[in-house]
Structure formats: C-alpha cells, structure tokens
Nanobody
Framework: QVQLVESGGGLVQAGDSLRLSCAASGRASSLYALGWFRQAPGKEREIVAAIYASSRTYYRDSVQGRFTIARDDATNTVSLQMNSLKREDTAVYYC??????????????WGQGTQVTVSS
C-alpha cells in the first residue's frame, strides 16, 4: 500500500505563487509515476503535471511554463511549484501515484486533496 499526504494549499491572489508538497509512504520506492491532478467544482478531474521514469515530466498545456513538478526519491516527496497563478487554477489539487504513466485519472493511489483558491 502507498499513502500520500498533501500540504501547501491556500488562498492567494492572481499572479502569486504557491508550492504544494506530497509525502509518500508505504511502498513508495516502487512507484514509477507521481503526479498532480485537480478538480474544480462541476468539472472532471484532470492531470496537471506528472514526473515519471525518474526525470521525465508532463504538463498540461494551460500550466506549461508556470508550474514545475519535482521529485525527491531520497525523501519520497513530490512538489508542485505554481507561479503566476490564475483564477482558473482554482481547484482541489490531488497528489497521485502509479506504477505506469497515464494522463487519465485512473491512478490507484491518491492523497486527500488540498484546496487552492486564486482570487482576482
């Protein structure tokens, strides 16, 4: 089993930065992919960014150049640095883990979610 715990959400203004962190425990060393998804009210859960195969990264188009995902295998943590935040980034952000990489939300391991609210 793998447990994921997120931290770092909050209320910020448009243009501000925020950093999310996720600590993985359990059989975290076997994880091939770590990622961040988000879900806004009334919308489907969508992938934001992922890191897999140790260093390969994926970003959805709307966050490319603004968000940076990083992984520290020594501490089993994954972070998401979010810069130049926009109102449309408002959502509950979830850390997720998988043994394969996929852009679809069918990952087996999830954190509890952390709210990110961006005001104008």
């Amino acid at each position: 089993q793998v447990q994921l715990v997120e931290s770092g959400g909050g209320l910020v203004q448009a243009g501000d930065s925020l950093r999310l962190s996720c600590a993985a425990s359990g059989r975290a060393s076997s994880l091939y992919a770590l990622g961040w998804f988000r879900q806004a009210p009334g919308k489907e859960r969508e992938i934001v960014a992922a890191i897999y195969a140790s260093s390969r990264t994926y970003y959805r188009d709307s966050v490319q150049g603004r968000f940076t995902i990083a992984r520290d295998d020594a501490t089993n943590t994954v972070s998401l640095q979010m810069n130049s935040l926009k109102r449309e980034d408002t959502a509950v952000y979830y850390c997720a883990a998988h043994r394969v990489f996929s852009t679809q939300p069918g990952w087996p391991y999830w954190g509890q979610g952390t709210q990110v609210t961006v005001s104008s």
